[in-house]
């Protein structure tokens, strides 16, 4: 194989990964008698049916939406195959699940950097929305950082790892097995936790064009701003990986790269061999 750009990305689950293209998916999952469960199965996105999906920006909230949608699906799968058991959670739960972890996230990612700054900072002016970003940051920073000392956590960051070197190597046109797939990076250009950095050093610009000197007006824009957050975050992501030479985005690419140092860990072989079986799947043409 050559050297090539693709679109795939992907996602950590419990002992196991999701690999997802644009028309499908695929779930690796090691099991309790260590073997490989796979599923694949195709992704019906809006954008195929509505055009405005399709257009940078709005493709950028699409995506935001849907992947955190398919992301719920898919750990809760893997949690099933992982574990040997039977029960699952229904589609109302998943959506259930998903818009109670958007409400933690609201509360813990804006609101209490909010109500923060608002005790540092007596001004309605651009070093609140600085402070408030940076708390918004370290906030985030301190989370990862904590959750990583969970040990079932360390095993979700190094099947993390396991997706972004398999990813690198396909891209690379290596063969996929485990001994040449070691050598490439677990840091990827197109990582999630690159997009959440780059969202919050957006909201700091956004927000900065926010006056009010109310705070319930500062939530309410801090809320309905996400969408457009999310857009505009998700074309620089996708430009900094599709013009990764290009020095400027380099630069803005850089502190995401450094973040995914705590969101990755290097995996062993049969973490990578799971990662590999996704892959394999993903890139199949049937389904």
Not at 128 to 151: E, P, Q, W
Not at 183 to 205: A, E
Request: glycine share 6%; charged share 20%; aromatic share 8%.
């Amino acid at each position: 194989m050559r050297p090539h750009f693709s679109d795939i990305g992907g996602q950590a689950v419990i002992e196991g990964v999701m690999m997802r293209s644009k028309n499908c998916l695929a779930v690796a999952v090691r099991s309790p008698d260590r073997s490989i469960r796979v599923k694949k199965r195709r992704v019906n996105s809006l954008a195929k049916r509505v055009r405005l999906f399709r257009l940078p920006f709005f493709r950028g909230v699409l995506a935001l939406i849907e992947n955190l949608s398919l992301g719920v699906s898919a750990l809760n799968y893997s949690a099933e195959a992982a574990s040997g058991e039977k029960e699952r959670l229904s589609q109302q739960e998943i959506y259930v699940t998903l818009g109670v972890a958007v409400v933690i996230a609201i509360l813990f990612f804006i609101a209490l950097p909010l109500f923060m700054t608002r005790l540092l900072v007596q001004t309605n002016n651009i070093l609140f929305n600085i402070v408030d970003g940076l708390i918004r940051i370290v906030i985030f920073v301190a989370y990862v950082a904590g959750i990583s000392l969970v040990k079932e956590v360390r095993v979700l960051f190094q099947y993390h790892g396991a997706e972004h070197k398999t990813i690198h190597a396909y891209e690379a046109g290596e063969r996929l097995v485990p001994g040449r797939i070691r050598k490439y990076s677990t840091l990827h250009l197109r990582c999630g936790t690159s997009f959440l950095l780059i969202v919050m050093v957006i909201s700091i610009l956004l927000f900065s064009l926010i006056k009010s000197p109310f705070w319930y007006i500062k939530l309410l824009y801090r809320i309905v701003l996400i969408p457009v957050i999310a857009g505009l975050s998700y074309e620089i992501l996708k430009l900094s990986s599709k013009f990764r030479a290009n020095p400027l985005l380099r630069v803005i690419s850089w502190p995401g790269l450094m973040l995914q140092h705590l969101t990755t860990r290097e995996p062993d072989n049969a973490q990578i061999k799971v990662a590999v079986k996704a892959l394999e799947a993903l890139t199949q043409q049937t389904i």
